[in-house]
C-alpha cells in the first residue's frame, strides 16, 4: 500500500498547485468533515486527483485559504460524488468550481439503483472500494494510515468514474439533463438559516404548554453556544432526549436537575450550573414561543388534503400517478423527475386555467428546471383537469 502523506505546509501547498496544474482533464475533489463530532461543518481533509499529477491530501485548517488552487483550475472540470454535500466547505476555503460533475447525480439520473460512491465504482469499474471510515472523525491528528489510503481512493477513481458514466449519459440521450442539474447544484443558494432553530430539537413538538417550549429553547440555546465555543457536536455534550426531558420534567431547583435521570451527556453534570441558568430563564422568561410556527409557505401534509382541500388532494393524486409513469419510462426517480414539494405546490394552487402552457409557466416559476418542464408539464396538466372532472363520490346517483 503507497504510504499517503498530509499536506499541511503553505509551502508544500504551493508546490502541489504548481503540480496540479500542470495535469491534464478534470479534477477529481472531495472533502472529509467531522459531523457528529464537531460544531462546524468545516473541511478537516481536501483530496485532489488530477491525471498526470497524482492525488494529493490537504490539510485546510493548518491551509487556510486554498484561492491558489482555485484559480489554477478555474476553468477546469471538478469531478464530485453528491456535490451538494461539499460545496460549501469547500467553499469556505476559496475552492469553488464553475462547471461540475457530480457523479452520484448522474448515477441518479440513470436509474442506477444504488448510487454511493463504492457501490457504483464496483458496478462500472469492477473494484471494490471499502467504505468503514466514512463516519470517523476526520478532525483527528495525525490521521491513521489506513484512513488516509480509504480518502486517497475517494478521488483516484472518480475521473474514470466520470468517463463511464458520461458514456452512459450519452448513450441514453441524458447528457443535456445532466449538465442542467449539475449547473442547478451549482447555483442552489444555502438554506436560510430558520427563524427559531432551537425548535428542529428532536421531540419538541411532543412538548405541552408555552413554558415547556421556553425552557426547551433555553436549554438549546446555551447547549448550542458551548457547542460552538467547544467546536464539539452539540448532541455529544448533551443529547436531544435529555433536554427535552428537562422540559418536559420542569424541575424547580438545581438538585431537582441533577436528580433527574434522564438528563444524560458527558457535559449534563459538568456544566449544572450553565443548564440550571437556561431552565431558570424558561421558567421565568415573559417572552413566551408561540406553539406553533405560523408559516405562510408551508402546505399541510398530505394525508391531511382530504379533509381540507379534497380538489388538491384529487390533483396531486392523479399528478403522482401520471409523474410516475414518466419516471419509469426514462429510468429517472420521481424526486430527480419533479421534487415531491414541487409537484404538492403545483397542485395546491394550480393557475387559474389549467393547460400545458399555464402548469409550465407555473412549474418554471417554482424553480423546476427546463427539462422536467418539458417532460412533466402536459401529463401534469391533463392529470389535473382529469381529477376536476372526476364526480363527488359523496353525492349519491339517481336511482
Sequence with gaps: MTERHVIDTREEYLAAVETIAA??????????????FRYSQRAYLIQVF??????????PP??????????AVAEVEWVLHAASQDLACLREVGLDPAVIFDTELAARLLGLPRVGLGTVVEELLGIHLAKEHSAADWSTRPLPASWLEYAALDVE?????RDALATMLDDADKRGIAGEEFQATLDREAKAVR?????????????????????????????????????IAPGRLVPDASLVAVARAMPTTKRALADLREFTGRASRSELERWWQAVESGLTTTDLPVMKQSGDNTLPPPRAWGDRNPEADLRLKAARAA?????????????????????????????AVIDGASVAEELI????????????????ADAFVDAGQEPDASTEAPS
Design 195 to 231: 427563524a427559531d432553530p432551537w425548535r428542529r430539537l428532536s421531540g419538541v413538538h411532543a412538548l405541552r404548554g408555552q413554558r415547556s417550549l421556553a425552557v426547551a429553547r433555553e436549554l438549546w440555546l446555551a447547549r448550542d453556544s458551548l457547542a460552538q465555543e467547544r467546536d
Design 323 to 351: 409523474v410516475a409513469l414518466i419516471s419509469e419510462e426514462r429510468s429517472i426517480p420521481m424526486e430527480n423527475l419533479l421534487t415531491p414539494d414541487l409537484l404538492r405546490r403545483a397542485a395546491w394552487s394550480p393557475p
Design 62 to 71: 493548518a491551509i487556510g485559504e486554498m484561492t491558489e488552487l482555485d484559480d
Design 23 to 36: 495535469g491534464s482533464g478534470p479534477i477529481a475533489i472531495d472533502a472529509e468533515r467531522a459531523s457528529g
Design 365 to 380: 416559476r417554482l424553480g423546476a428546471r427546463s427539462w422536467q418542464v418539458e417532460a412533466t408539464s402536459q401529463v401534469i
Design 157 to 161: 477513481l472518480l475521473v474514470d468514474l
Design 50 to 59: 488530477r491525471r498526470g499529477s497524482g492525488v494529493f491530501l490537504f490539510d
